[in-house]
């Protein structure tokens, strides 16, 4: 996620630098064609581009709107994987605190916390296409990594290591019925969130409409200096690419905000709230957290 600071304007204009190129190019071309050939007959009434100019920017305002909404839907998403993990340590911390379980709850609590953040990190490395499995073993334990392993789907693993372990403290006597419901409450939401994670990540955005939207902006700027050569000469170069860079940006970011989980400086930060649920958690437990990787990304001008 891209920060309100410090975003430098190398990486805004590099979305852009080969548009910008072959615009510019282009409308070298037709100023002097126009201006030292004497080519008067390129010039073409303004009106032209400008309906189809509001017509795209009809189309990109809403195309915007829906990539904004795919973004914005998995960040509250993973803002309720953040509320959702806290109470579920809460519940497991004092749920199981009975002075008489002694060790055994103790061990209990350690073990089920701490899946909940491998949990955490395995589903954003998951929705990113990278190894799920990667780095869970800090938190695991090797005969729950050797179950890991009989699933496709590491997350969903994990959560099923969760029932099976709420089942036994349940037997144990570890907790009651209503507490055994309370739980797995919990755990059913937690699935649900990551359901709807995997279903904007594998619903694609219509390629046709972004298709037919980019060749729209194409057209629009070959016929656009050929219209307002003839009002400002040279100066239509520098005019030409304001408004191309305008436009081209505005299309870049609908593209970008539409895959909120590719590991791009614009997704949603996966990385960032793990680093805080596995922060929260810990100290729930009395364990001090570390500061990894993720906490030393907010000072660039993004966060993962």
């Known amino acids: 996620m891209l920060l309100k600071k410090n975003i430098p304007i190398r990486y805004i204009i590099g979305k852009i630098r080969t548009e910008l190129i072959l615009v510019s190019i282009y409308a070298v071309v037709v100023a002097i064609l126009y201006k030292v050939f004497h080519f008067t007959h390129l010039a073409i009434p303004l009106s032209i581009p400008m309906i189809m100019g509001t017509v795209i920017s009809l189309l990109l305002a809403f195309r915007s709107n829906q990539a904004y909404d795919r973004w914005w839907e998995a960040r509250t998403i993973w803002g309720a994987i953040v509320n959702d993990s806290r109470t579920l340590a809460r519940q497991i911390n004092w749920f199981i605190h009975a002075p008489e379980q002694g060790e055994q709850a103790h061990f209990f609590r350690s073990r089920f916390i701490k899946r909940q953040i491998a949990w955490c990190y395995s589903l954003s490395r998951s929705l990113r296409g990278q190894d799920s499995a990667y780095g869970i073993e800090k938190y695991i334990s090797r005969g729950d990594i050797q179950h890991v392993k009989n699933f496709n789907n590491t997350p969903m693993a994990i959560l099923d290591l969760q029932g099976q372990d709420l089942q036994k403290a349940y037997h144990n006597g570890l907790i009651n019925s209503y ?126």
């Open 179 to 304: 507490q055994q419901v309370e739980i797995e409450r919990t755990l059913s939401r937690l699935c649900d969130a990551m359901g709807k994670c995997e279903r904007i990540k594998n619903t694609i955005f219509p390629a046709t409409y972004s298709l037919y939207i980019h060749f729209s902006l194409l057209f629009f700027f070959l016929l656009l200096p050929f219209a307002v050569v003839e009002f400002f000469g040279f100066m239509s170069i520098p005019v030409v690419i304001a408004i191309a860079a305008v436009f081209f940006l505005i299309e870049k970011m609908a593209i970008h905000l539409q895959d909120p989980f590719e590991n791009k400086p614009t997704d949603t930060p996966m990385t960032a709230i793990c680093f805080t649920i596995e922060r929260d958690l810990k100290q729930m437990m009395s364990d001090a957290p570390q500061l990894t990787e993720a906490g030393a990304q907010a000072k660039r001008y993004y966060v993962l």
